[in-house]
């Protein structure tokens, strides 16, 4: 990804930042602003997550031999935790033995601390960058991570020194850049949408309101979003001059997800991947969110086919997700 698609955003907000440091204060003082509201905001992805991460660690135990009983785990980009809860819930959980949270938002290392508290794991906390590490670790996880990283090709050659020979690298929750334009992933969104469109629904008054009217009239009384906060501490930082929308900040922070501010990058390549992870061996590859939206938000005729997807292994679904082991 290059930093100059940011250009036209910067020029707009009237940022002096260079499009690198633009993007890393964007995406730091959003993640800050996000880490109190993460978990409740993004509470779909627990039951779809302790899944796919159940499956990944049952191809593990079936391919591979796990000899060492003390693993150190590196949570790359840890948020409040909750991908290494969920990791610890698995087969692999008791082979686990020292944690390494990292993340670039301090706030939300506040919150991973508080859950690291309750699993008995020896553990630190680091906000920095995978760049400044220099221990060795057992098992890396990155979950929801990818699509935030503007250059990828660098970032995986920074896991691939962070990782012992035979680590088992783990990643999943991004967009499926392989699959996002499939024919028959295209035609069971539309069927899926169309569906739900169809039911009837309640409506207020102030659904007839403009929602940027109403962000304006809740910024006038106070009531400000963690969206208007963020752009609060921007302006104030001299980041931009000019207010973003949630979608332009998006388009800042998930950097490889397509939305109407960026429609060149779409996504995280299954095939990028393999062609940049050349000192690892696939162990499996899984996909999910097969009409667009995680399981836990479908009803239960279309939670009944996403399941049937999952347990055939069908790859053309939203979000990829994968696990490797580094050749020895």
Same mark, same amino acid.
């Given at each position: 990804?290059?930093?100059?698609?940011?250009?036209?955003?910067?020029?707009?907000?009237?940022?002096?930042?260079?499009?690198?440091?633009?993007?890393?204060?964007?995406?730091?003082?959003?993640?800050?602003?996000? &880490?109190?509201?993460?978990?409740?905001?993004?509470?779909?992805?627990?039951?779809?997550?302790?899944?796919?991460?159940?499956?990944?660690?049952?191809?593990?135990?079936?391919?591979?031999? *796990?000899?060492?009983?003390?693993?150190?785990?590196?949570?790359?980009?840890?948020?409040?935790?909750?991908?290494?809860?969920?990791?610890?819930?698995?087969?692999?959980?008791?082979?686990?033995?020292?944690?390494?949270?990292?993340?670039?938002?301090?706030?939300?290392?506040?919150?991973?601390?508080?859950? &690291?508290?309750?699993?008995?794991?020896?553990?630190?906390?680091? %906000?920095?960058?995978?760049?400044?590490?220099?221990?060795?670790?057992?098992?890396?996880?990155?979950?929801?991570?990818?699509?935030?990283?503007?250059?990828?090709?660098?970032?995986?050659?920074?896991?691939?020194?962070?990782? %012992?020979?035979?680590? *088992?690298?783990?990643?999943?929750?991004?967009?499926?850049?392989?699959?996002?334009?499939?024919?028959?992933?295209?035609?069971?969104?539309?069927?899926?949408?169309?569906?739900?469109?169809?039911?009837?629904?309640?409506?207020?008054?102030?659904?007839?309101?403009?929602?940027?009217?109403?962000?304006?009239?809740?910024?006038?009384?106070?009531?400000?979003?963690?969206?208007?906060?963020? %752009?609060?501490?921007?302006? @104030?930082?001299?980041?931009?001059?000019?207010?973003?929308?949630?979608?332009?900040?998006?388009?800042?922070?998930?950097?490889?997800?397509?939305?109407?501010?960026?429609?060149?990058?779409?996504?995280?390549?299954?095939?990028?991947?393999?062609?940049?992870?050349?000192?690892?061996?696939?162990?499996?590859?899984?996909?999910?969110?097969?009409?667009? @939206?995680?399981?836990?938000?479908?009803?239960?005729?279309?939670?009944?086919?996403?399941?049937?997807?999952?347990?055939? %292994?069908?790859?053309?679904?939203?979000?990829?997700?994968?696990?490797?082991?580094?050749?020895?």
């Amino acid at each position: 990804m290059s930093y100059n698609l940011l250009l036209p955003l910067i020029k707009k907000t009237g940022s002096q930042l260079s499009p690198e440091m633009f993007q890393e204060r964007v995406n730091i003082v959003f993640h800050d602003h996000e &880490a109190s509201h993460y978990d409740n905001m993004h509470r779909d992805m627990w039951e779809s997550l302790q899944e796919q991460i159940n499956l990944l660690i049952d191809d593990l135990f079936q391919k591979e031999s *796990i000899q060492i009983k003390k693993l150190n785990l590196l949570d790359i980009g840890c948020g409040t935790g909750l991908s290494t809860q969920i990791l610890l819930n698995s087969k692999l959980g008791s082979h686990i033995d020292y944690i390494t949270l990292l993340d670039t938002s301090s706030n939300m290392l506040k919150h991973a601390k508080e859950k &690291a508290k309750n699993w008995n794991k020896e553990y630190t906390t680091v %906000n920095s960058y995978v760049s400044d590490l220099t221990e060795k670790h057992n098992v890396v996880i990155i979950c929801s991570v990818l699509h935030h990283i503007p250059d990828l090709t660098l970032f995986l050659n920074q896991v691939d020194n962070v990782l %012992n020979p035979g680590g *088992i690298l783990i990643h999943l929750q991004d967009p499926n850049g392989d699959y996002l334009n499939d024919a028959n992933y295209l035609e069971r969104i539309r069927a899926y949408k169309n569906e739900m469109d169809s039911m009837p629904k309640n409506k207020n008054i102030t659904d007839m309101i403009p929602k940027k009217w109403k962000r304006y009239i809740n910024r006038q009384l106070g009531r400000k979003t963690y969206i208007d906060k963020i %752009n609060d501490q921007l302006i @104030a930082e001299n980041v931009i001059k000019k207010r973003m929308s949630a979608d332009q900040i998006w388009s800042v922070t998930d950097i490889h997800v397509e939305n109407k501010h960026n429609s060149i990058t779409k996504g995280i390549s299954f095939q990028f991947l393999q062609k940049q992870l050349i000192n690892f061996k696939l162990i499996n590859q899984r996909s999910y969110g097969f009409y667009g @939206a995680l399981k836990s938000d479908l009803n239960e005729k279309y939670r009944k086919s996403e399941e049937g997807f999952i347990s055939d %292994n069908l790859l053309s679904g939203r979000n990829i997700s994968c696990i490797w082991i580094k050749n020895k």
